[in-house]
């Protein structure tokens, strides 16, 4: 079945720096990859996703890349604001069974102001 | 209504005790999850619903079963639990077409 690996576990920056994330997969049949945000004591939310006909994807401080050759994919948040603070958690489903995602093991970010 | 709702938000239970938590959603998604998150950990895939029909089940302990009455309603009854059931358990739906699961609040459960 998918492994997902997700590095670093923790992440402290500054506000106003960049935060990067990387996961890697190893099943190379897996075609969808979300990132969810998950604030303390509440539900994962859906951030930003990336399916595997493409390489990069934007949305305003946040960006997903994906290297399919590789087997990994990145989350980027840039201008960190305190609010980003939480645990962020990759995952990747595989096409043959889009039921079965799998998640990495999570990374704490911290933003101090 | 486009949000997964979950029922109760806190329980506590004694391992005789019998309990059922509830999730409902209203967006038509025909696929549906129960996921088990330990403190400091990444949700663990309990049961997968498709079409009101069990299509995953990952070995979870016969004291958990899951129910789904119908396409918006998915309960998973508790019986027996140990004090290591002690998580939050989190619902999930998938529309068709789509593999974005979105997840209700969650209830989170302590076994005495």
């Known amino acids: 079945g998918e492994n997902v690996e997700q590095h670093p576990s923790t992440l402290s920056v500054q506000e106003g720096d960049s935060a990067v994330i990387k996961c890697t997969y190893s099943d190379s049949a897996s075609n969808y990859f979300p990132w969810y945000k998950q604030e303390l004591g509440k539900r994962p939310q859906l951030i930003i996703d990336?399916?595997?006909?493409?390489g990069e994807k934007k949305d305003q401080r946040i960006a997903v890349t994906l290297n399919k050759t590789a087997k990994h994919f990145s989350l980027h948040i840039t201008e960190t604001q305190p609010e980003d603070s939480a645990v962020y958690f990759c995952a990747a489903t595989p096409s043959i069974n889009n039921n079965d995602m799998r998640f990495g093991a999570g990374t704490r970010l911290t933003v101090k102001p | 209504d486009t949000e997964v709702t979950q029922t109760p938000k806190h329980l506590v239970m004694g391992m005789t005790n019998k309990k059922s938590l509830k999730c409902e959603q209203h967006m038509g998604h025909r696929a549906m999850y129960w996921y088990k998150q330990k403190a400091k950990k990444p949700p663990e895939l309990m049961f997968v619903y498709s079409y009101e029909k069990l299509s995953i089940n990952e070995s979870v302990p016969s004291r958990f079963s899951p129910e789904c009455p119908n396409s918006s309603l998915l309960n998973l009854h508790l019986h027996a639990l140990q004090p290591e059931d002690s998580a939050l358990y989190l619902c999930?739906?998938?529309?068709?077409?789509?593999?974005?699961?979105?997840f209700g609040p969650g209830t989170r459960l302590l076994v005495l």
């Open positions: 999930a739906s998938r529309g068709q077409g789509t593999e974005t699961q979105y």
């Open positions: 990336i399916r595997s006909n493409v």
